[in-house]
Antibody, heavy 121, light 109 residues
Framework: QVQLVESGGGLVKPGGSLRLSCAAS????????MSWIRQAPGKGLEWLSY????????YYTDSVKGRFTISRDNAKNSLYLQMNSLRAEDTAVYYC??????????????WGKGTTVIVSS | EIVLTQSPGTLSLSPGERATLSCRAS???????LAWYQQKPGQAPRLLIY???SRATGIPERFSGSGSGTDFTLTISRLEPEDFAVYYC??????????FGQGTKLEIK
């Protein structure tokens, strides 16, 4: 079945780095745009970044621009998020999501279960 | 940047009742770009409604979306026990690509 599984979360010190991965299965990964979204403890959803199917078009929200890098490997059906210069406020559950795009609009129609990142000394 | 404001923050209702959740945009948006998600505790969000009024695959008919311009509504016609959750509206735009509302918690009265 269609599935996304995130990994790579953990405890990291402020200023440190972490690389998240998202393994896709059950669908043709190379056909879809993909996103990363996070949720701080007890808070709402925050979209972080989006990459098109070929990896040429990328967007970031302002709070992570210059610190986080999204990438994908279509041969490995995998999405990545390289996170550098981590701050306490980056503590959150990080979700990857499939973007279903049609007619110039996209929706996140499949989500992984998330991986937890804790930034603390 | 579009800001989405959801109301109420918390809605307390009983199973069988009708729920009406509101999402207001800071400026007029195309209804094509408005979606709703449901999130249960400890779970990932799930797409409910896209294009303001189209149900996603597998979503029961008791869920419906409506609205245009700046005002959008998610209605659950008769609440089932599994419907108590947090609901988010979302706008697909240009910068940032996606904006979420702050959420409405639907709790059992």
């Amino acid at each position: 079945q269609v599935q996304l599984v995130e990994s790579g979360g953990g405890l990291v010190k402020p200023g440190g780095s972490l690389r998240l991965s998202c393994a896709a299965s059950g669908f043709r990964f190379s056909d879809y745009y993909m996103s990363w979204i996070r949720q701080a403890p007890g808070k709402g959803l925050e979209w972080l970044s989006y990459i098109n199917s070929g990896g040429e078009t990328i967007y970031y929200t302002d709070s992570v621009k210059g610190r986080f890098t999204i990438s994908r490997d279509n041969a490995k059906n995998s999405l990545y998020l390289q996170m550098n210069s981590l701050r306490a406020e980056d503590t959150a559950v990080y979700y990857c999501a499939r973007d279903y795009c049609t007619g110039g609009v996209c929706y996140e129609d499949v989500w992984g279960k998330g991986t937890t990142v804790i930034v603390s000394s | 940047e579009i800001v989405l404001t959801q109301s109420p923050g918390t809605l307390s209702l009983s199973p069988g009742e009708r729920a009406t959740l509101s999402c207001r945009a800071s400026q007029s948006v195309s209804s094509r770009y408005l979606a709703w998600y449901q999130q249960k505790p400890g779970q990932a969000p799930r797409l409910l409604i896209y294009g303001a009024s189209s149900r996603a695959t597998g979503i029961p008919e008791r869920f419906s979306g409506s609205g245009s311009g700046t005002d959008f509504t998610l209605t659950i016609s008769r609440l089932e026990p599994e419907d108590f959750a947090v609901y988010y509206c979302q706008h697909y735009g240009s910068s940032p690509k996606y904006t979420f509302g702050q959420g409405t918690k639907l709790e059992i009265k």
